[in-house]
């Protein structure tokens, strides 16, 4: 035997088996976010504590001893996209003062390497990650993390 269940009651039932609170919890939620960063879901079974990342900020990351992605190593396609991080440098002048890494082109390791295989249909997916590298001097170098390569 089957039990049919009309439709108008569908959703009714679906957002009833979806929530974790049980139908019979009269327990109240108390926010305390203002004052210590945390807040705690308090009844009388379970406490569940989260931790307010809102005002987080991420420590800067250092610009490790890298190996240097390189023209030869775009066109050969010996860079490899996952998630290695390599060096990538332009060539500046003397007198230039390199920009912040979060203030890069989007084109800078294309125009810095080139691209893969130096197919002009070809990019890298990269994310800036640190620099510019301080113990460089006569070049802009930074940190990327290569993680694709997308042709059209």
């Not at 379970?46 to 990351?61: Q, R």
């Not at 125009?111 to 006569?138: F, Q």
């Not at 802009?140 to 993390?145: K, N």
Request: charge should be negative; charged fraction near 20%; aromatic fraction near 10%.
């Amino acid at each position: 035997m089957t039990t049919k269940i009309p439709y108008f009651l569908l959703p009714l039932i679906l957002i009833s088996a979806c929530t974790d609170k049980p139908a019979d919890d009269t327990s109240e939620y108390t926010d305390t976010s203002q004052d210590s960063g945390t807040d705690t879901d308090t009844d009388t079974t379970t406490t569940t504590t989260t931790t307010d990342t809102s005002s987080y900020t991420a420590p800067e990351p250092v610009c490790g001893e890298l190996e240097e992605a390189t023209t030869s190593m775009a066109i050969d396609g010996t860079i490899e996209t996952d998630s290695t991080s390599y060096l990538v440098c332009s060539d500046s002048t003397e007198n230039e003062t390199c920009p912040d890494y979060i203030d890069l082109p989007s084109s800078f390791v294309e125009d810095s390497i080139g691209n893969p295989w130096g197919s002009p249909y070809c990019w890298y997916g990269v994310l800036a990650a640190c620099g510019p590298e301080t113990s460089i001097t006569d070049r802009c170098c930074y940190e990327f993390i290569f993680q694709a390569i997308a042709c059209a």
